[in-house]
């Protein structure tokens, strides 16, 4: 006895498309054994059947002991056979029917077999729409105290390292942490230079607006000055460096992640702290100070050039009033404001490579992540600096 399921030449398909070229027959032969032939050419451009238009004739009466499939009649095939084929899978594997595959192609089989190695996530296509309003504020709380976890540990792993390079006991070559010193020092001078120099200009401005009102144009190297030393130096050095040498940081990690070369070197016995993130911070403590006290010098020959030539301030007398406004301990405070901002950037950039997704798209998302965590850090920090230097009247 046979039983044709729905899909024949001539009838109309499931989607709603002539189905010109493929067949489908369900034949129900001896012992209650199933038998589905497919057969002509299968392809997208005569529509794509599904699976359940058949699963009526599958399932009629009583179930069937096995469910084979024959593709002899198959002229040709794209991923519209394919679809039929894993659907029907999915069928079987619903009912409890064993489905035997032994007479596809075996080119036809192993598509077959690499689509059900992943299982569709049915979840991934639920909208947070769907939970409730504490569910999404609880999860996001989650997840965030998680990853300020995960961020912990990492930092008490860096202090480690550091401990171990102090004792002289740490893994790197010194040749990665020369680089890297080149890359955070020389390398950014001209960056910095620009920087520097157009925020004294700036501040210089702002100033001459409004002590000219006062006739105390030549205050303006003492906002400059101040200015520059306590905080835009170290501030705009940091900023600058949370984007170029923070997100490098981070996409040297990544892609170092991406391709296993971080496990490898677990697997060798060498700690990737000690290996990767040791150089990188100790480049950023030594230099940033280096490069802020640089910052520091532009930034006031930038206000210098704007008093001398827009508030007719000679150079000599804006020099004197540059040093008479300026103290050790403002100066040594953006200093160290510095050297912190250098471990924050460091941090945010190893910590950002170091949890990388193993795909390309993920190395450009530790970058930008590494550059914003880099930035929030330096602000809230200058704030807290701030508050402590107040108190401490500095």
């Given at each position: 006895m046979s039983e044709t399921g729905n899909l024949q030449p001539g009838a109309p398909a499931v989607n709603g498309a002539a189905n010109i070229g493929h067949q489908v027959d369900v034949v129900r032969g001896e012992g209650g054994k199933v038998v589905v032939r497919v057969s002509g050419a299968w392809h997208l451009r005569h529509g794509m059947?599904?699976?359940?238009?058949?699963?009526?004739?599958?399932?009629?009466?009583?179930?069937?002991p096995q469910i084979a499939v024959d593709a002899t009649g198959v002229t040709g095939w794209d991923s519209s056979l394919v679809s039929f084929l894993v659907?029907?899978?999915?069928?079987?594997?619903?009912?409890?029917i064993p489905l035997n595959r032994d007479g596809l192609p075996p080119g036809l089989s192993r598509l077959i077999e690499l689509a059900e190695t992943v299982p569709e996530n049915k979840e991934a296509g639920l909208s947070d729409r769907r939970q409730p309003f504490v569910a999404r504020v609880g999860s996001a709380l989650i997840?965030?105290?998680?990853?300020?976890g995960k961020f912990v540990e990492f930092v008490g792993m860096v202090t480690?390292?550091?401990?171990?390079?102090?004792?002289?006991?740490?893994?790197?070559?010194r040749s990665d942490l020369i680089e890297v010193i080149q890359s955070c020092s020389a390398s950014a001078l001209g960056i910095v230079s620009l920087i520097s120099y157009l925020v004294g200009v700036i501040l210089a401005y702002m100033g001459a607006v409004q002590l000219q009102q006062f006739g105390a144009a030549i205050?303006?190297?003492?906002l400059v000055g101040i200015g520059m030393v306590r905080e835009m130096g170290a501030m705009m050095t940091g900023i600058i460096m949370a984007g170029r040498t923070g997100a490098a940081f981070?996409?040297?990690?990544?892609?170092?992640?991406?391709?296993?070369?971080?496990?490898?070197?677990?697997?060798?016995?060498?700690?990737p702290?000690?290996?990767l993130v040791v150089p990188r911070m100790i480049a950023l403590i030594l230099m940033m100070p280096l490069l802020c006290l640089y910052s520091d010098f532009v930034g006031i020959l930038g206000g210098a050039t704007v008093g001398v030539s827009v508030l007719g301030v000679s150079l000599t007398a804006y020099w004197h009033q540059s040093l008479h406004a300026i103290t050790l301990s403002a100066l040594?405070?953006?200093l160290v404001k510095s050297a912190v901002y250098g471990v924050l950037i460091a941090l945010a950039g190893c910590y950002q490579g170091f949890e990388c997704g193993k795909s390309s798209s993920a190395v450009g998302e530790a970058a930008t992540a590494a550059v914003v965590n880099a930035i929030v850090m330096i602000v809230v920090a200058c704030g807290m600096f701030a508050v402590l230097f107040n108190i401490l009247n500095i």
């Open positions: 059947p599904l699976a359940a238009s058949i699963e009526p004739a599958l399932t009629a009466g009583a179930p069937p659907g029907l899978t999915e069928i079987c594997h619903a009912r409890q997840a965030y105290f998680h990853s300020t480690l390292a550091l401990m171990t390079f102090v004792r002289g006991r740490a893994r790197y070559r205050y303006v190297a003492d981070a996409a040297q990690l990544g892609s170092m992640k991406v391709t296993q070369e971080i496990d490898a070197l677990s697997t060798m016995g060498i700690s702290m000690e290996f040594f405070g953006g």
